[in-house]
T-cell receptor, first 111, second 118 residues
Framework: QKEVEQDPGPLSVPEGAIVSLNCTYSNSAFQYFMWYRQYSRKGPELLMY????GNKEDGRFTAQVDKSSKYISLFIRDSQPSDSATYLC???????????FGAGTRLFVKA | GAVVSQHPSWVICKSGTSVKIECRSL??????MFWYRQFPKQSLMLMAT?????????EQGVEKDKFLINHASLTLSTLTVTSAHPEDSSFYICSGVRTEYDSTDTQYFGPGTRLTVL
């Protein structure tokens, strides 16, 4: 079993839709959870990070962590074609450097 | 802030030659840097963790004699692919952690280097 599971998609939505991206993880020691956005042929860009359980909002993006169910979510409101990318979820322990990434979900937002 | 650069962005080489990829943290000091490789439509695979001034720690299955990593300063790490073969063709990405100022120890990634071995 992979430590972080993520549906690779692709996920195709119309412009303006609300997008829900999800991951599950198995390592109970994870305390930090990240979402990275990666455009084709580019390095990942940090989008959101959260500590422990709870929600965090930044503009059109909301990250949600439920440690009781080991479930990580990213919501994108009013999705735009420029949001088309691969979204990677990740988890890590406190104080440790090693970050475990999901396989990434490819998102296409159609104009 | 937290910008990481890589050079070159794309390199083509002949089989059997060596290729060096540079990773620089431009506006922060990276005590720790990571090297990943990524195959098309797949996630990041951690190759090694490098700490400034010490030997890199390689992940299981990664040949340390083939992928030489040097982290000579707090802003520069290099990955040298020795005696490259076509199966080494991949997208190589580095990242740095600004542990001194960032309590989350979040990784900041470079733009990646596409290596094609003919």
């Amino acid at each position: 079993q992979k430590e972080v599971e993520q549906d690779p998609g692709p996920l195709s939505v119309p412009e303006g839709a609300i997008v829900s991206l999800n991951c599950t993880y198995s390592n109970s020691a994870f305390q930090y959870f990240m979402w990275y956005r990666q455009y084709s042929r580019k390095g990942p860009e940090l989008l959101m990070y959260t500590y422990s359980s709870g929600n965090k909002e930044d503009g059109r993006f909301t990250a949600q962590v439920d440690k009781s169910s080991k479930y990580i979510s990213l919501f994108i409101r009013d999705s735009q074609p420029s949001d088309s990318a691969t979204y990677l979820c990740a988890g890590k322990n406190t104080g440790g450097f090693k970050t475990i990434f999901g396989a990434g979900t490819r998102l296409f937002v159609k104009a | 802030g937290a910008v990481v650069s890589q050079h070159p962005s794309w390199v083509i080489c002949k089989s059997g030659t060596s290729v060096k990829i540079e990773c620089r943290s431009l506006d922060f000091q990276a005590t720790t840097m990571f090297w990943y490789r990524q195959f098309p439509k797949q996630s990041l695979m951690l190759m090694a963790t490098s700490n400034e001034g010490s030997k890199a720690t390689y992940e299981q299955g990664v040949e340390k004699d083939k992928f030489l990593i040097n982290h000579a300063s707090l802003t520069l790490s290099t990955l040298t692919v020795t005696s490259a073969h076509p199966e080494d063709s991949s997208f190589y990405i580095c990242s740095g952690v600004r542990t001194e100022y960032d309590s989350t120890d979040t990784q900041y990634f470079g733009p990646g280097t596409r290596l094609t071995v003919l």
